[in-house]
């Protein structure tokens, strides 16, 4: 398409994803992407390969886009840096063509007994204790070639995660997912994936949670406050550029119990969405894992300030029980991967019919399209051609 064409598609494609999330009438139901590695396979190509090589990931991302034409792709090609962490040394990627499947070791930067040492000077702790951890040729007199060819490599990997943004607005009409704002950073989730890792959170609040909480302190001066702060200062309403105004990634909720919860994540979530919602943002939520059994803490947010992207929580008991809140999700990836065209279809107009009537539905796969597994490529297709002619 040309550049008017594709400029013109963009503008619809936002305004009809944002008039979804706003529960707003619309004549059909958005499509987007969550497929990450399937993206390769399905294009078929190792994931050793594409990952290694910019102009082949280009080419998957093109080819995906143009043979199923989502409304939004979450994945452009850019999630795993898999070159800069290389470069730097970094063992934590595991990538195995065999099983075509990649895999990210959980390293976590330092030991319960650490953390108080963490709080007490954050960056001395990372320089001396925590960068050794995780990059064997770190400390004492290193090669300082490594880290500059690390440095060079970060920026091709952000020359091309720009690249794609223009090519696929440019040539595809693709809108962008949100604003270029990044929320205030929550101390427990820094704490999940890298300071003290799964396992490590999960002894922290069990054993002298006193440790975690002046870490946590330490980090929210550093971070948290002033993020929230700045946040504020951005002017009220919606921008009419991005489909979504903010977006998020929750992982840690998945290891909490309710008291936990209530003590390490509610307090400095409660007020990024209580200011969502008093500037008329939308904030895009995706809760790795769960998060209905959390339904309560979101049930008095207005419509129109919050998306979940579910993974595993079902959408139909999701709507039931939180009807202010927009869904994305819904395509089962069992189903896509293993049913017929026909089960593909007829959950897919059952979502229509019964969740997206009324708006605040978003159709995508229920799982990170991972592996192979996770879908047939007819299957796809039937979805695609369902959904982009179905009409409300």
Known sequence: MDAKQS??????????IRDTVAFNKTNRVPHVSMFQLWQVLDYGCKLSEAMRDYDLMEKVVRTHQERYNFDLLVN?????????????????????????????????????????????????FIWEKGMPKKYPFWGGDFDLDILQKAIDERNRYFAFAGHMSTVLREEYGHPTYCRPLMPP??????????????????????????????????????????????????????????????????????????????????????????LMEEKGW?????????????????????????????????????????????????????????????DCVDLVKRLCDEIARDGGFILTQSKIGTFRADGKRENLEAVCDFIQNYRM
Not at 7 to 16: F, Q, S
Not at 92 to 121: G, P, R, T, V, W
Not at 265 to 271: A, E, F, G, I
Not at 288 to 303: M, N, P, S, V, W
């Open 185 to 274: 950073a929550i101390a427990v989730e820094n704490a999940f994936s890298y300071v003290r890792g799964i396992k490590g959170l999960g002894i922290d609040m069990r054993r002298d949670p006193e440790k975690l909480e002046a870490f946590i302190e330490t980090y929210n001066q550093m971070n948290y406050y002033p993020q929230l702060e700045a946040l504020k200062s951005v002017p009220d309403g919606q921008d009419p550029e991005v489909c979504m105004d903010m977006a998020t990634t929750f992982l840690c909720q998945n290891i909490m119990n309710t008291k936990q919860w209530d003590k390490y994540y509610w307090p400095y979530l409660k007020p990024i969405l209580d």
């Open 282 to 342: 939308s904030y895009s939520i995706f809760p790795e894992g769960t998060i209905l059994r959390f339904k309560d803490y979101f049930a008095d947010y207005k419509k129109g300030t919050l998306a979940f992207m579910l993974e595993m929580d079902d959408c139909f008991e999701f709507r039931k029980e939180l009807p202010n809140c927009a869904i994305m999700g819904g395509m089962d990836s069992v189903i896509l991967g293993s049913g017929t065209k026909e």
């Open 76 to 124: 452009t090609g850019v999630r795993n840096p898999f070159n800069v962490y290389e470069a730097i040394g970094c063992k934590s990627y595991q990538i195995d063509d065999e099983k075509e499947s990649i895999n990210h070791q959980d390293i976590f930067y330092c030991e319960h007994d650490e953390l108080e040492e963490l709080a007490a000077d954050y960056w001395k």
């Open 7 to 16: 400029e013109e598609l963009r503008k619809e494609r936002t305004k009809l």
